[in-house]
């Protein structure tokens, strides 16, 4: 959940193996991993938790994602299904999410994607 709202859905595995949300992807990246060598700093999910009185247009993780680009801010995303199982997602950029989640031991950062 994020500002209130489900924006991913699945079972463990699909959620834990193929995360298809940034704000989920950024949870799992900021927690330690006991099957990768001990790292000196996790990885903290950037900017602040919107005002739920004054949530923004569009998606309420635009301020904080890496990922966002221009519909982001103008349309709100709906749980739509990843492939054919119980999996949903609230966002837009899913395959991009799907297309840099990492093999286990490496890290890569979105790219491409167009802040506004
Ligand atoms: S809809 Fe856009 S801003 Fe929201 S999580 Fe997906 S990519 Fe990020």
Redesign the pocket.
Known sequence: MYAGKI?ERGTAREIYANPR???TLGLLRSVPRLDEPRRARLDPIEGQPPDLSRLPG????????????E???VET?PLRPIGASSHV??????E??RAVREPARERTSPQG?SRT
Do not use: D, K, L, Q
């Not at 569009?58 to 680009?69: H, K, Q």
């Not at 997602?89 to 899913?94: P, R, T």
């Open positions: 924006i949300h940034p704000y569009g998606c309420a993780f635009a301020p904080r994602c890496a990922f966002c680009v519909r982001c801010v995303p997602s609230a966002c837009w950029e899913a991009r999410v994607g």
